[in-house]
């Protein structure tokens, strides 16, 4: 490299020369410099584009609003009234591990968490797929989960009791005046459930590289998690989730 070029040629001269010395001092601090930069760009770099897209992971329309604060470019920090979501990219697969704290834990800066203390936490893989949080209402968060099958999952935990309150397949969420309204995916490889649910647009979203899924309306109360069908039936475009083989995705 260019620097270990100029520190070879500065350790010939005079080492008696006081401005020789100076020069040396300067090429070694602006060498470490540059190698430290190097380091960072390589170790960022290092991490696959799915991690970095997840800091444009959108909460859950109607949620609680969280102060959001990323952490080291890849970590994210969700501060809400009575809890901090610590979010942190798996090295290895897909989904995150996922990291609840009470204020009282933050240490004044909600980056500089000790995942001992975490009063509840999530692995990756854990509830069989990969998860990544996507919004909290009241003391109840959401992760959405991949199974690594063509559809995926919405949890609801609580995290007062660390207990799963809510599951379900499931297609744009949100939650307005405490329920949450979502759409239920249906299995879609069964005749009977594209028999009921004529969908004329499916050979035309397919053209254009959209996945269809086949849904059924719902609504779950967020005091009582008890899910009400709307007896509503329809089929939606949605970007490809695909499938890979288990390991892919830490399960």
């Not at 005046?177 to 035309?204: F, M, Q």
């Not at 009400?228 to 830490?250: M, N, Q």
Request: include cysteine; proline fraction near 5%; charged fraction near 20%.
């Amino acid at each position: 490299m260019p620097f270990l070029c100029l520190f070879t040629i500065t350790l010939s001269l005079d080492t008696r020369n006081s401005a020789s010395i100076l020069s040396l001092m300067r090429i070694l601090a602006n060498s470490i410099l540059i190698l430290a930069a190097l380091l960072a760009l390589t170790t960022i770099g290092s991490y696959p584009k799915e991690y970095a897209q997840q800091k444009k992971v959108e909460l859950i329309p109607g949620s609680d609003k969280p102060e959001i604060k990323h952490c080291r470019d890849i970590n994210t920090a969700y501060i809400y009234d009575d809890f901090v979501v610590y979010t942190q990219p798996s090295g290895d697969y897909a989904g995150s591990n996922i990291y609840i704290y009470y204020p009282k834990a933050q240490l004044n800066d909600p980056c500089k968490l000790d995942y001992r203390r975490a009063a509840v936490s999530i692995l990756v893989g854990e509830y069989g797929g990969a998860n990544k949080f996507i919004g909290a209402y009241d003391n109840i968060i959401f992760l959405d989960q991949w199974t690594g099958e063509d559809f995926k999952r919405l949890l609801g935990i609580d995290v007062k009791t660390k207990s799963l309150v809510f599951l379900d397949d499931y297609a744009d969420p949100e939650i307005r005046n405490g329920e949450l309204i979502y759409y239920r995916t249906l299995n879609a490889a069964r005749k009977s459930v594209r028999v009921k649910i004529p969908c004329p647009a499916a050979e035309d979203w397919a053209a254009n590289g959209k996945q269809v899924l086949y849904v059924e309306k719902m609504t779950a109360n967020l005091s009582t998690m008890k899910k009400v069908s709307s007896g509503e039936f329809l089929c939606i475009p949605s970007e490809p989730i695909g499938s890979v083989t288990p390991r892919s995705y830490g399960h």
